[in-house]
């Protein structure tokens, strides 16, 4: 396993189309997030799942926004009606994490993350 | 609530010396961690070094390493003897346990250039 996979890493997309963006994790690790970062500033937290249960879904992830993780491995972050405000690069992180909380020194890996584009 | 910031948006330092990015935080938890990444140009987030809370010694990795001064609420990165390919963004993020939340918060990063 070579690390955090996303794809795609790069979507151009028509505002009001639903994009779908997938994230497959390091295989052992039981947590997995969801970040967004736009351009010059630092990656902002939308949602955190444990195993296929997703635990804390941020503000800036408006209903338009779902995330999932079926089956506690490979994610996917659907945005429907988008809007030119959507783009941004989106970040995969996963970790390993024991219990229910976790050492706080877990860190998380990053994958190279999908740059979206609405036009 | 967390915050991260960082203040300078941008260091220019010739390769060989060595450089301080600063980072400060703001929690009113006891138990925090702090984190320095690396995003070079394609877009990855690379995990530098550690400090915790507790932990009474600065971390250090290599040529990294990270001032931590717990009364100041600040955790500096020190890169020792640069490289051209230490040019990057790089981000201070702070991790907090409440109530299981497990996320970190950036700062807006620093963009380093090592000049030859």
């Known amino acids: 396993d070579t690390g955090v996979s996303q794809n795609p890493r790069h979507k151009i997309t028509k505002r009001g189309q639903n994009v779908t963006f997938r994230c497959d994790p390091i295989?052992?690790?039981?947590?997995l997030y969801w970040y967004r970062q736009t351009l010059g500033q630092g990656p902002e937290f939308l949602t955190y799942?444990?195993?296929?249960?997703?635990?804390?879904k941020s503000r800036l992830l408006s209903d338009r926004f779902s995330a999932e993780r079926p089956k506690g491995s490979f994610s996917t972050l659907e945005i429907q009606r988008t809007e030119q405000g959507d783009s941004a690069m989106y970040l995969c992180?996963?970790?390993?994490?024991?219990?229910?909380?976790?050492?706080?020194?877990?860190?998380?890996?990053f994958g190279q993350g999908t740059r979206l584009t609405v036009v | 609530a967390q915050k991260i910031t960082q203040t300078q948006p941008g260091m220019f330092v010739q390769e060989k010396e060595a450089v301080t990015l600063d980072c400060t935080y703001d929690?009113?938890?006891?138990?925090?961690?702090l984190f320095w990444y690396k995003q070079p140009s394609s877009g990855e987030m690379i995990f530098l070094i550690y400090?915790?809370?507790?932990?009474?010694q600065n971390a250090t990795e290599g040529r990294y390493s990270l001032n931590f001064q717990k009364a100041r609420k600040s955790a500096n990165l020190v890169i020792s003897a640069s490289q051209l390919g230490d040019s990057a963004m790089y981000f201070c993020?702070?991790?907090?346990?409440?109530?299981?939340?497990?996320?970190?918060?950036f700062g807006q990063g620093t963009r380093l250039t090592i000049n030859p």
């Open positions: 993020a702070m991790r907090a346990l409440i109530q299981g939340a497990q996320k970190l918060v």
């Open positions: 929690t009113s938890d006891q138990s925090y961690g």
């Open positions: 799942f444990q195993n296929e249960a997703q635990l804390e």
């Open positions: 400090q915790g809370s507790y932990d009474e």
């Open positions: 295989s052992e690790h039981n947590r």
């Open positions: 992180a996963s970790s390993l994490g024991r219990g229910q909380q976790g050492a706080l020194n877990t860190e998380a890996f």
